[in-house]
């Protein structure tokens, strides 16, 4: 391999730490989606038989609301945050796409980033919704033509719920008699016919995981400085599969 110049160095050297923001940045996505509705608004001022917690899923005021009381395992209810928190997540791990492939460039080496992303169906599913948010549409790269589902939380724990939803101004209300974490997951489903592909984040997740051959590959993680260290930890945490870097 040719000797990189000055510049050429300069160049890769400001890539890596690009990648090395996008990782953290995926890692911090990932977390954020994985982890339950801990926050309630108590309102003692409700019947003494009804539920009191307000599930906070934003933090705007909460409506008085008399909804509909039940007891069930999960509710399926549209939530545009978390589906664009979904989305968002699909798109870094897509794109992270670009930046090896610039890194590869930059430092010469044979890496072919564009086939390991057109080969991997996880990416691709990626790509479409990366796509579908940015333009409503997808070029169903991944022959799946994908779409996100309804998000469903698990409410099997939450005793009493009570819930109300305004289809026109997309907004509801949750409330719960007891404050246990509200775990939740979206589906990807197939735009005909609404067909389950699988759990977004988990889907997502996969997609991150096609790139640790290359990540490795390209020497990106080496070093042991406090930086490096950290994601590849992270990274040995979230992917059993994970290649040992040398340092």
Not at 48 to 64: E, G, I, L, W
Not at 216 to 237: F, S
Request: glycine letters at 6%.
């Amino acid at each position: 391999m040719t000797p990189m110049r000055k510049s050429e160095t300069k160049s890769a050297n400001r890539i890596a730490a690009e990648i090395r923001g996008e990782l953290r940045s995926i890692l911090g996505q990932y977390s954020h989606l994985r982890t339950p509705l801990r926050r309630f608004e108590t309102d003692l001022n409700r019947p003494s038989d009804a539920p009191q917690y307000y599930v906070m899923f934003n933090t705007s005021p909460r409506r008085k609301i008399q909804g509909v009381r039940t007891t069930v395992p999960y509710l399926e209810l549209p939530d545009e945050k978390i589906c664009d928190a979904v989305f968002r997540f699909a798109e870094s791990v897509w794109h992270l796409k670009d930046r090896l492939r610039r890194y590869a460039k930059a430092t010469g080496r044979p890496v072919n980033v564009e086939r390991l992303a057109s080969e991997s169906r996880a990416l691709l599913v990626c790509a479409d919704l990366a796509n579908l948010k940015k333009h409503g549409a997808n070029e169903n790269r991944s022959g799946l033509n994908p779409r996100l589902d309804l998000v469903r939380f698990d409410t099997s724990k939450s005793g009493t719920v009570e819930f109300y939803y305004n289809g026109a101004a997309k907004q509801k209300e949750l409330i719960v008699s007891n404050r246990t974490p509200i775990s939740f997951n979206v589906n990807i489903v197939t735009n005909e016919g609404s067909v389950p592909i699988g759990d977004a984040v988990t889907i997502i997740h996969d997609a991150f995981g096609e790139w640790l051959a290359v990540i490795h590959e390209l020497g990106l993680l080496q070093g042991a400085d406090r930086e490096t260290v950290y994601l590849r930890n992270e990274l040995k945490a979230l992917f059993s599969r994970m290649p040992n870097q040398s340092t």
